[in-house]
């Protein structure tokens, strides 16, 4: 079977997108004796993607992937964007989470989107894939499923955050599900 890394150590991201790709062998940064953290120094998505796959692949030559997501919030000019991961200026989701809703307080608009871009480097090629999910932020946390966050962003059509709705469910609605399915039909094209 063909091997492919994930560049990730969000194990929130892992473990999604471990249960959208079978057929391909997904080896972790552990599995390739990989320890270090992956740096993100650039402002667009697109950019720390390319840069986190291509980190990966210099250290081992393997078909690689890395994802690069965020929130995005339209009150708030877009942010946290790309900072999404540290928008607290700490690593922690709680932490960033409730920035975002004490940002918030008293806005009337709540409209949001996630939007998530793979980098895939298959065979030495670069490509890249992407998806967005609309949808808005709540005034408090609700549900305690998914990661970063989920318990306070309801998609567009729902009337449940993403830390209540099943993870089938994010799966098919979400942008990092949409960026994954455009990378595994192009992945089962190349390899039939
Ligand atoms: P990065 O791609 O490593 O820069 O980190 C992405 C960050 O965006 C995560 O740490 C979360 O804070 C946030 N994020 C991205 N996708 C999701 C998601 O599906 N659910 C919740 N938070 C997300």
């Known amino acids: 079977m063909q ?75 877009n942010e946290p964007g790309v900072d999404s991961a ?13 920035k ?23 065979q030495g090629e670069t490509y890249y894939f992407d998806g967005i999910c609309q949808g808005s932020i709540t005034a408090q946390k609700k549900g305690t499923g998914g990661f970063g966050y989920d318990p306070i962003f309801i998609p567009n059509g729902y009337d449940k955050t993403f830390g209540e709705l099943p993870l089938d469910i994010k799966n098919k609605l979400s942008h990092r599900g949409k960026a994954v399915k455009k990378m595994i039909d192009f992945l089962t094209d190349k390899m039939n």
Not at 87 to 93: A, E, L, P, V
Not at 111 to 120: E, F
Request: charged content about 30%; aromatic content about 10%; glycine content about 6%.
């Open 100 to 122: 975002v809703l004490d940002e918030l307080r008293g806005k009337t608009d709540r409209s949001a989107y996630y939007k998530a871009v793979i980098c895939l480097i298959w």
């Open 86 to 98: 540290h928008y607290s200026g700490t690593r922690d989701d709680e932490r960033n989470l409730q």
């Open 3 to 77: 091997e492919l890394v994930i560049a990730s150590n969000n194990e929130g991201k892992i473990r999604e997108i471990r249960s959208m790709i079978a057929g391909i062998t997904l080896l972790s940064l552990k599995d390739i004796g990989f320890n270090k953290d992956i740096p993100e120094p650039f402002h667009t998505f697109e950019e720390n993607a390319h840069a986190k796959a291509l980190a990966i692949y210099d250290f081992c030559g393997k078909n690689v992937f890395a994802d690069d997501s965020g929130i995005c919030i339209e009150a708030l000019n």
